[in-house]
C-alpha cells in the first residue's frame, strides 16, 4: 500500500502561483510513477502533470504546458507542482496519484492509488 497526502492548496488570484506537495509513505520506490489531476464539480477528473522517479522524465497536459511544473524529491518521495500565471479556469481538486512502473501515463485508470485531493481556487 501507498499513501498519498496532498497540501499547498488554496486561494490566489488570477496571474499569482502555488506550489503543492504530496508526500508518500508506504510501499514506495523509484519504481513509480506519480501524477496531478484535478476535478470541478460535474466534470472528469483530468490530468495535468505526470513524473517518472526513476528517470526523472514528465509529460504536461496541453492546458498546463509551460505554466506548471512538476518535480520530486526521492529522498523524501514527495513531490511538487509549481503552478505559475494562474488561470480561474485552474480552478479544482487537485489529486495526487501513484502508479508502480516506469511508463508515464495520462488515464486515470492507470493509477492505483490516490490522495484525498486540496482545493485550489483561482480567483478573477
Known amino acids: 500500500q501507498v499513501q498519498l497526502v496532498e497540501s499547498g492548496g488554496g486561494l490566489v488570484q488570477a496571474g499569482g502561483s502555488l506550489r503543492l506537495s504530496c508526500a508518500a509513505s508506504?510501499?514506495?520506490?523509484?519504481?513509480?510513477?506519480l501524477a496531478w489531476f484535478r476535478q470541478v464539480p460535474g466534470k472528469e477528473r483530468e490530468f495535468v502533470a505526470s513524473?517518472?522517479?526513476?528517470?526523472?522524465?514528465?509529460y504536461y497536459a496541453d492546458s498546463v504546458k509551460g505554466r506548471f511544473t512538476i518535480s520530486n524529491d526521492n529522498a523524501k518521495i514527495t513531490m511538487y507542482l509549481q503552478m505559475n500565471s494562474l488561470k480561474p479556469e485552474d480552478t479544482a481538486v487537485y489529486y495526487c496519484?501513484?502508479?508502480?512502473?516506469?511508463?508515464?501515463?495520462?488515464?486515470?485508470?492507470?493509477?492505483?492509488?490516490w490522495g484525498q485531493g486540496t482545493q485550489v481556487t483561482v480567483s478573477s
Open positions: 513524473i517518472s522517479l526513476s528517470g526523472g522524465s514528465t
Open positions: 508506504g510501499r514506495t520506490s523509484i519504481r513509480y510513477v
Open positions: 496519484a501513484a502508479r508502480s512502473g516506469y511508463a508515464i501515463s495520462d488515464r486515470v485508470g492507470s493509477y492505483e492509488y
